[in-house]
């Protein structure tokens, strides 16, 4: 008899009883955000800065990213920082900037939120709330979101597994919420040539399991400007149904993440190679008329 | 030249500037809990069950360790749990009933905190904050507990390195709050046999690294009774100082954790073990006299 | 400032000193199998069979394998296995099996070779020697196949980083032989719900710190048939020199890896696929005629 | 219902039906190197250079660990280098030096066999063979030590899980050969502060499981001078029947490993703290009359 305790595709059965489940909704859930449907034929990109740093940074992206074919903005205002020290964003002043987002430039905004007592003020002004991976098991979070009517964006944990990350989903479709998008951002092992281990067999897996839509994170899956379009296109080749990439007008200047954010340039030529994928692969990505 | 980016020694160096940094208090920092020292020669023994599940239950336990050695209680009144399904504690009630503890048993008491807008409610039943792992990085939370003037146990993230976890005792330290005690409960790694990977190396390294009490968590860390015993040794070896344990009057009827919780005979015996080793180290730990 | 020990881009400069770094030779390494180029504009698909079986299940899937666009064949004689009470191959009957191959059926051989006394045997059979994932550090075994005047198919350890990998080659290749091809076919991770975790980011990594040609395996790096088909079009659309699937005509019956081998109609209509995300990143598969 | 597929303690009755499976010899192996027997009562220290390289350096730093109270020499004759160009061992010379330990200095020797053409060359002058980290899975050559009649010492693969170790060890057994002891030697986790992530949990999972001795590697298990002391008291407090400790005369000269080996001062003073623990646990240190 052959043993593998390391390996249990068996377990993968115990998502069948859950609000997430792909046997709840078989044919899948379609998350809409004011008009923005994730989960559908179109695989969806979201492209912006990693903090909104001021009002110009943020605009000039947000037109950048617009024309390049980018149909939600993202941009953080309250930042989860490793150290004290480091930049903790600009807070509220942030939030006013993504909330003129969406009628100035027609985008609309995903931005985190991290604590239980700023849900509303967050709601107030973004279209989509983020729980980052650092709060994936923040239950109370998650029960706060999920008593939301926003749609929310789930990072998995760095180090998080597929059914943990399922039921952290749980947790918000439990109060009533089913507009939830899981994004998979990297693992935590032990290679360090990249920022994190991007695990793309989790957008299959997690398609496969959970009736939720699955998008992609190549920026900090891999914390290195050159890798994210290749791994862009693997994750439209496997399956997503969106991206998340983080896209700066001076990345060199970049408060936080710079050195894992495009430039203007190189997201615009990197939408026109995601859409030869998505074609191959019967999928579709809508780019603007260049005229 | 050799080369091994997986391991880089010289990195320690990173916390010479901060303010857990060992160089900012060479003499250690002792945490004083309602008269309990941790940090100095006794090692203290945390222990109780995972969750309070009912006043028989708490209190008869709370006894038994006591009468063992035992110099604080643990219990959870909010349980941060993977599922949505499982036991999330008994709130506010088993609040109150760790509330009566000090004055009807004699021991100091630490409960987990998990949401910011509780961090009052348990300040006023507690004598000590536990923040745990999945929290870790939690940072409005760090930040709120930093304010308050409650000792506080940070548990290691199951996924964060050293430097992470210094870190984050960083947020609470630089709110003012240097009552903070830091807790080694085992690392997620590939090897599956025990729950986590408890990681002793972490204890000398925090503590070569900061001068805050270091404790450590064999229940958590193994997932597993009959091992509890000789990790609990080797983490007194190592130079912890202080365990946390958990201990139930009937652990096959625990509604959580009941597989790595020890019963009371076995806690008593162990406490006479954990004596002698901690004497052929130069500690101590000081038992109930018998009669 | 901002730290980050588990992530040091930086580091990837080791390579510029090796025999096998992109210095070296910047235009890229072509490895020839008998005629079959890996590392130019086609993407060479190799399958086959886990383990030699039979004659007939051996030529059958040959010929499957030929007919749906397979340009070399796999298949194993000497097995490692982790128990030894586990099939260990067919031994020098399966090696002589697979010598019939290339006649008969047109398609060159991979086999993996366990030991340096029988580098000299299996290079008898086969066209190209595999070292598989646990002897990626046997370093006697990495000097004699250095010696031969074979290709060599290099497949990383579980938990061998970018580093050792290309330390490896490195090996190979100072004993005089630059016919090598790396291979990514999983890591070992926190991660349970597959069998390894595929680290597609490997790709655009190696690629990039070398002049070798990359491979991917699909087949061990998830362990599951139907997670084969859409982790393989997103290692085509990574930049991947070639896949190695594993494919078996009953698999069901089949000794080993049964459930994470493909059938022949299975594979065929992958190959299909395949050459559309090929063409999408301006890369070819060719098809036979399907006359 | 609660799940955690990451934890599977069911799953250690694999070894139940193993030759190494506890329940095969419930009363434990002791294995005799040449009169010093491991498994016993007594806790047995090796010690010795991590790689040989004259012979003033073997045997000054032999004449010390045996003064020490270690009643083995280890050191190296064939090194496993992760690059070809680090020093690789004074090979077949290396192994004459060993040779004529045992006779001038009375310390049986180990050495590490890295080919399977070597075991009877490596066998005509140690007493005990090791297996390394990288050969844990070396099949072949595990097969060809199984059939030697000496004792193994077989140390665990930096990413095998217990299981994938005791079945290494069933392979030796299988083939005749019960001398074997287990060495836990750290694992590869995602932690870089340390070379390796010690698991002395591993100390009681194989003695539960097995029946064969298990000893600890503090020297590579944490690649630091000074986490070797305490992580050495740590693994004779969880069980260890022995350890296997790098001592050097000149660490700072040494050609490898000199930043993780004790000098001859240091191992004498750990020496007698390790008897102290040793007897906290029931278990005894013979140290030399210091006369």
Same mark, same amino acid.
Request: hydrophobic share 40%; glycine share 10%; aromatic share 4%.
């Given at each position: =008899?052959?043993?593998?305790?390391?390996?249990?595709?068996?377990?993968?059965?115990? +998502?069948?009883?859950?609000?997430?489940?792909?046997?709840?909704?078989?044919?899948?859930? $379609?998350v809409? $955000?004011?008009?923005?449907k994730?989960?559908?034929?179109?695989?969806?990109? $979201?492209?912006?800065?990693?903090?909104?740093? +001021?009002?110009? #940074?943020?605009?000039?992206?947000?037109r950048? %990213?617009?024309?390049?074919?980018?149909?939600i903005?993202?941009?953080?205002?309250?930042?989860?920082?490793?150290?004290?020290?480091n930049? #903790?964003?600009?807070?509220?002043?942030?939030?006013?900037?993504?909330?003129?987002?969406?009628?100035?430039?027609?985008?609309?905004v995903?931005?985190?939120?991290?604590?239980?007592r700023?849900v509303?003020? %967050?709601?107030?002004?973004?279209?989509?709330?983020?729980?980052?991976?650092?709060?994936?098991?923040?239950?109370?979070?998650?029960?706060? %979101?999920? =008593?939301?009517?926003?749609?929310i964006?789930?990072?998995?944990?760095?180090?998080?597994?597929?059914?943990?990350?399922?039921?952290?989903a749980?947790?918000?479709?439990?109060?009533?919420?089913?507009?939830?998008?899981?994004?998979?951002?990297?693992?935590?092992?032990f290679?360090?040539?990249?920022?994190?281990?991007?695990?793309? +067999?989790? %957008?299959?897996?997690?398609?496969?399991l959970?009736?939720?839509?699955?998008?992609? &994170?190549?920026?900090?899956?891999?914390?290195?400007r050159? =890798?994210?379009?290749?791994?862009?296109?693997?994750?439209?080749?496997?399956?997503? &149904?969106?991206?998340?990439?983080?896209?700066?007008?001076?990345p060199?200047?970049?408060?936080?993440?710079?050195h894992?954010?495009? @430039?203007? @340039?190189?997201?615009?030529?990197? =939408?026109? @190679?995601?859409?030869?994928?998505?074609?191959?692969?019967n999928?579709?990505?809508?780019?603007? &008329?260049?005229?």
């Open positions: =008899m052959e043993t593998n305790p390391q390996y249990c595709p068996e377990n993968i059965g115990f +998502s069948t009883s859950l609000k997430v489940g792909r046997k709840a909704k078989p044919e899948g859930t $379609i809409n $955000i004011e008009g923005v994730i989960g559908g034929t179109e695989v969806v990109i $979201i492209a912006g800065p990693c903090a909104v740093e +001021s009002r110009e #940074q943020l605009f000039e992206t947000a950048a %990213v617009r024309n390049g074919g980018a149909k903005l993202r941009g953080g205002a309250f930042k989860p920082r490793s150290s004290p020290y930049f #903790q964003g600009l807070g509220e002043e942030g939030l006013k900037l993504l909330g003129q987002i969406r009628k100035e430039i027609g985008l609309p995903v931005t985190e939120v991290m604590d239980t700023q509303e003020l %967050v709601s107030a002004h973004a279209n989509m709330l983020q729980i980052g991976s650092r709060n994936m098991q923040n239950y109370p979070l998650l029960k706060e %979101v999920g =008593m939301s009517r926003k749609p964006l789930l990072k998995r944990g760095m180090m998080a597994t597929i059914e943990e990350f399922l039921l952290a749980e947790y918000i479709l439990n109060q009533g919420n089913d507009q939830v998008i899981l994004c998979e951002r990297g693992i935590r092992t290679e360090t040539s990249t920022r994190n281990t991007l695990d793309l +067999s989790a %957008v299959p897996m997690l398609k496969r959970s009736h939720l839509p699955v998008i992609v &994170d190549p920026s900090h899956g891999t914390g290195l050159w =890798m994210v379009p290749p791994m862009a296109k693997a994750a439209v080749a496997v399956g997503a &149904d969106g991206l998340i990439i983080e896209v700066h007008y001076k060199e200047e970049a408060i936080c993440d710079g894992q954010s495009l @430039d203007h @340039d190189d997201f615009i030529n990197l =939408m026109t @190679d995601l859409k030869k994928i998505a074609e191959a692969v999928r579709e990505i809508s780019l603007p &008329d260049p005229s």
